[in-house]
């Protein structure tokens, strides 16, 4: 009988398990062709396609952060070069962290806490962002939940005796995931607070120690080389109170309604859930908070880099939610609460479907390669002398080559394999005026904001490509694709007024 119960027990958490999993699957894969990827899925397109030797030089002097990212994605592209199979990857780390939560949930509570929560993660709208999106984060998100979830299971074996072996595996999977992305280092912190709230003895804290050291040393070269890149992040805005706002509503699954209301309840009620609490919290709570923390001294905060921390919030909820049946006086291992739980997030993804079909359409990205690249196969043909304006505006024809083949890059002296660079390196203002004067006619892809009067950038080249445009050259035709706007120039007459004339509505380019 005993053994009966034990099999039974197993065929349920299998169970439990294998059905997040199966769901994230299905809500990644849906959509997952956009027809275009944005500028960051175009880094890692075109910088995964080069040679080895060639990325390692890259990561020398730019995305260093990214570099196992790189190296990794450089194995899958080579088997098809194409949108699809640049996103599988997260698609496949996103499905696996929906099944490690859920699996967390079973060993912490019991197995429909795990299933709730890892269906809850699966609908979340955060987590079907990212699965989408060729980038690290859902891979980061899979390796903090499974770190998460071998400390666990250290734990439990700490009990009974030696564990060296899952020590070992958590250290390996925590150092792997921090050089997958270095901000994933905050999942320490989480875990030693969860050691404090549990009261873990002495011995704990030495083996967990050994692993979280070894993880440093290893992380260590790659925070040295990365600090020295910081350029890259100058961009992003220091965190404030609606950063955590926004962070708190996209954790509990919806941005607004009562869902969000109802979750928040919930975790209100989790909190007490005793050991899942301890892990759960720490998880949700620490990595973001630490980063917006930090970003108040160095802004480094954006939501894709703590969204390892979300598998806190559904192991919260589910916890709340198993509360309140046994308050209610439910039996503990009814099948018809398990199925009123699961029912319960089929509602929430229903309510969230809306948001859901927007993060799948190309408008909801920053922007559209593929539209800009189409813009230019129409208008700009072979031969024609093209500026970019700035030079990371060649991000469109890297990704999409199609639209500006045999085009005459006139600012371009190596591209970006040969350079080390991500966009290839410029030649110096005397060369780029003596390549001007040969031209009379001029396309011009600028970024939204490089044609702004009070855009000036300090780097020559760039300055002197504003300067040059505008003081030799007349815009005689203008079209715009998603923030990108693709002007013809041509040669100011010798008696014209420097003051240039308005664009044409929009006449024939040729």
């Known amino acids: 009988m005993v053994c009966g119960r034990s099999q039974k027990t197993a065929r349920t958490e299998v169970l439990a398990v294998a059905v997040p ?83 967390l949930g079973a060993r912490l509570a019991r197995p429909r806490v795990g299933l709730w929560a890892g269906l809850l993660y699966a609908v979340t709208p955060l987590a079907g962002h990212y699965a989408q999106e060729g980038r690290s984060y859902a891979l980061v998100a899979a390796g903090a939940a499974g770190a998460t ?141 630490f980063l917006m923390l930090l970003s108040q001294v160095k802004p480094l905060y954006h ?21 309140l049946a046994e308050l209610a006086g439910r039996r503990s291992r009814s099948w018809a609460v398990t199925a009123a739980g699961v029912s319960a997030v089929a509602l929430v993804f229903l309510h969230l479907l809306p948001l859901h079909r927007e993060y799948r359409t190309l408008a909801h990205r920053p922007d559209d390669l593929a539209a800009v690249s189409a813009l230019a196969t129409r208008e700009v043909r072979p031969g024609d002398p093209v500026l970019f304006l700035p030079s990371l505006g060649r991000r469109t024809a890297l990704a999409y080559p199609k639209g500006f083949r045999g085009v005459r890059d006139l600012a371009l002296k190596a591209p970006g394999p040969e350079s080390g660079t991500l966009y290839g390196r410029e030649v110096g203002p005397r060369e780029l005026r003596r390549r001007l004067a040969s031209v009379n006619r001029l396309w011009v892809f600028a970024e939204p904001y490089a044609l702004r009067s009070r855009w000036f950038p300090g780097e020559p080249t760039e300055r002197l490509k504003l300067v040059e445009v505008e003081e030799r050259f007349v815009p005689r035709w203008e079209g715009e694709r998603d923030g990108v706007t693709l002007r013809l120039y041509v040669r100011r007459p010798a008696t014209a007024s420097l003051a240039p004339p308005a664009p044409s509505p929009r006449p024939a380019p040729r």
């Open 21 to 103: 999993a199966a769901v994230m699957s299905a809500v990644g894969l849906w959509g997952l062709d956009r027809g275009g990827i944005w500028r960051d899925e175009a880094v890692t397109f075109q910088v995964a396609r080069r040679t080895v030797p060639q990325i390692w030089r890259l990561l020398h002097g730019v995305d260093a952060v990214h570099g196992l990212y790189y190296l990794f994605m450089h194995v899958v592209l080579a088997v098809h070069p194409g949108e699809v199979v640049l996103r599988l990857p997260s698609v496949c780390g996103a499905a696996a962290a929906a099944a490690l939560v859920a699996a």
């Open 149 to 289: 979830l071998l400390l666990a299971r250290a734990l439990d074996e700490g009990l009974r005796g030696p564990s060296g072996r899952t020590w070992w595996a958590y250290g390996g999977v925590v150092a792997v995931t921090c050089v997958l992305h270095e901000l994933a280092v905050f999942v320490l912190c989480a875990h030693a607070l969860t050691l404090a709230l549990l009261r873990a003895p002495r011995r704990v804290w030495g083996s967990w120690g050994r692993a979280a050291g070894a993880t440093v040393v290893v992380l260590l070269p790659l925070v040295l080389v990365s600090r020295g890149q910081s350029q890259q992040v100058e961009w992003l805005p220091v965190p404030h109170w609606g950063s955590a706002e926004r962070l708190l509503r996209s954790f509990a699954a919806g941005p607004r309604g009562a869902v969000f209301w109802g979750c928040l309840a919930l975790m209100a009620v989790g909190i007490s859930a005793g050991r899942v609490a301890a892990f759960a919290a720490p998880l949700m709570i620490v990595p973001p908070v």
């Open 303 to 323: 939501d894709r880099y703590v969204l390892y921390a979300l598998a806190g919030a559904p192991l919260l909820i589910a916890a709340g939610a198993d509360r």
